[in-house]
């Protein structure tokens, strides 16, 4: 037995000596293998998605998802694993929603529409106005109270199509949904209808959050999103005869703030134990299909990371949290509630790295960082080279990360290829056969190979001791 355990120290002796000796280059290489090989995203997803489902912030599929990726971590066998407590809205769509379009009394078109998150209402039997088509707040405002007032504002902007980006595609049109319903009901609109957020021409309509701002809950309209087929439908018959009549009925509620959990786990740091890296994905969804790209993807690409790490025989130098953050899509009060209890505690967050783009193919990472720090990742590129991993740009990270910022540590969102993104956002087709075995674990890995670069050099401008260079 003796003899049994000094093999086994040597042998472990003699891994970490092998480890350290090893290049970065073999190491990513190491990372990749084991993901592609050995990985656990695909099957963590699986039954995310279709064990569990929809993970709307306060639904039920939230609380089984909170209960599932605890016990998962707790199987990593991670130095600490923990829930942590925040209060999150909680709306439900109610009955399926139906709309039509009328050109004349008892002559009418069905089209596909879905309440957008946080909506109103319609009236128990439906709400039936003319309609009148704007593509944006400055058209809204030309038209004013006198044509809008009494009238359903249809907002029509597309995404803008030759933009390679379809994230600055989705960031020039989304102000209409979210903020569409406050605007028009300062003219007196008596509801509003958003083209979806999509560039594909479809029927699947595709919600997302709304505001009312601080309208009064008496003054506030119902708001749908239609999909990008009607709209086009609907644009073309008001063209034809500005009289037709929209139709649409939705029983969605607003109810009482529920309590659900952050999910975190850490492996604790073998040098500089409080500084903290962290990475992580949403894991609430939207409620049309079961969010595996959105963001169940981010989600389980997060817990790998932790695991590859382990099983590739990397000791990290840091504390690395994976964090599974509740109630991105409709509040944000994961990602800000995770952000106070770190100030509270004055926790050094060096650095966080979120995944919430879709488990398309790795492309790069979008950074939020000092000049030096992005230097510092610069000169990494060539360890990604062989991943065709080419995209590197300052700008931009993580919704749920962005409260962590300071002036010194380093944000960086996860950049997959967007191009089919928006294809599934938000709507019923967000769904696990949309997702690729292959993707996705190529974006596990590169995740893990960031943050092992990250923790082994540490963070520029700050060294070891945490403290400014000069």
């Given amino acids: 037995m003796i003899k049994l355990k000094r093999v086994l120290t040597i042998a472990m002796a003699l891994s970490s000596v092998v480890l ?74 109610g009955a399926k929603e139906y709309a039509f379009i009328e050109t004349e009394r008892g002559k009418t078109n069905t089209v596909n529409i879905c309440a957008l998150g ?19 707040f400055e058209e809204l405002e030309a038209l004013g109270k ?36 406050v605007e028009a009901a300062k003219y007196g609109a008596v509801a509003v209808i958003v083209r979806s957020m999509n560039l594909r021409q479809d029927d699947l309509p595709h919600t997302g959050s709304m505001t009312y701002g601080n309208l009064p809950v008496d003054e506030r309209i119902p708001s749908a999103a239609i999909s990008t087929n009607d709209a086009n439908l609907l644009s073309t018959m008001l063209q034809l005869n500005k009289d037709i009549k929209f139709y649409f009925k939705q ?39 079961d969010g595996s790209h959105d963001d169940g993807a981010g989600v389980v690409q997060s817990m790998d990371v932790l695991r590859l790490l382990k099983e590739s025989g990397i000791t990290p130098k840091r504390s690395i949290r994976v964090v599974l953050f509740m109630n991105e899509e409709n509040g944000l009060r994961g990602g800000k509630k995770y952000a106070e209890v770190a100030k509270q505690k004055n926790e050094n967050h060096v650095f966080a790295l979120e995944s919430d783009s879709g488990g398309f193919t790795p492309r790069g990472f ?55 993104y928006f294809d599934h956002h938000h709507a019923s087709n967000d769904t696990f056969d949309a997702i690729n075995k292959r993707e996705l674990e190529l974006g596990a890995a590169t995740m893990t190979s960031l943050v092992y670069l990250f923790d082994k050099y540490g963070i520029n401008p700050i060294n070891t001791s945490g403290n400014i260079k000069k």
């Fill in 20 to 93: 350290v000796a090893q290049s970065d280059e073999d190491v990513l290489k190491t990372i990749y293998k084991q993901s592609l090989t050995n990985g656990q995203s695909y099957q963590w997803l699986n039954h995310l998605s279709n064990q569990i489902g929809s993970r709307l912030s306060g639904s039920l599929g939230a609380e089984k998802a909170v209960a599932y990726t605890k016990e998962e971590l707790d199987k990593l066998g991670l130095d600490k694993v923990w829930l942590q407590p925040v209060m999150v809205p909680r709306w439900v769509r």
């Fill in 118 to 136: 946080g909506s109103v209402a319609t009236p128990g039997l439906g709400l039936k106005a003319n309609i009148v088509e704007v593509k944006n």
């Fill in 146 to 181: 006198a044509e809008v007032e009494g009238k359903i504002v249809f907002y029509n902007r597309p995404m803008q199509a030759d933009l390679i980006s379809t994230f600055e595609a989705y960031g020039g049109c989304v102000n209409q949904r979210y903020s569409g319903a």
């Fill in 251 to 289: 029983s969605c509620k607003q109810l009482k703030d529920v309590q659900s959990y952050n999910v975190i786990g850490q492996i604790t740091g073998s040098e500089f134990p409080n500084e903290y890296m962290v990475v992580g994905g949403h894991l609430d969804s939207w409620d049309l299909g």
């Fill in 366 to 420: 979008n950074f939020d960082c000092s000049d030096a720090s992005f230097s510092q990742v610069l000169s990494w590129e060539p360890l990604f080279k062989p991943y065709l991993i080419h995209y590197f740009e300052k700008g931009g990270s993580g919704a749920d990360v962005g409260p962590l910022k300071t002036e010194t540590n380093v944000l960086a969102g996860l950049r997959p290829d967007s191009q089919r």
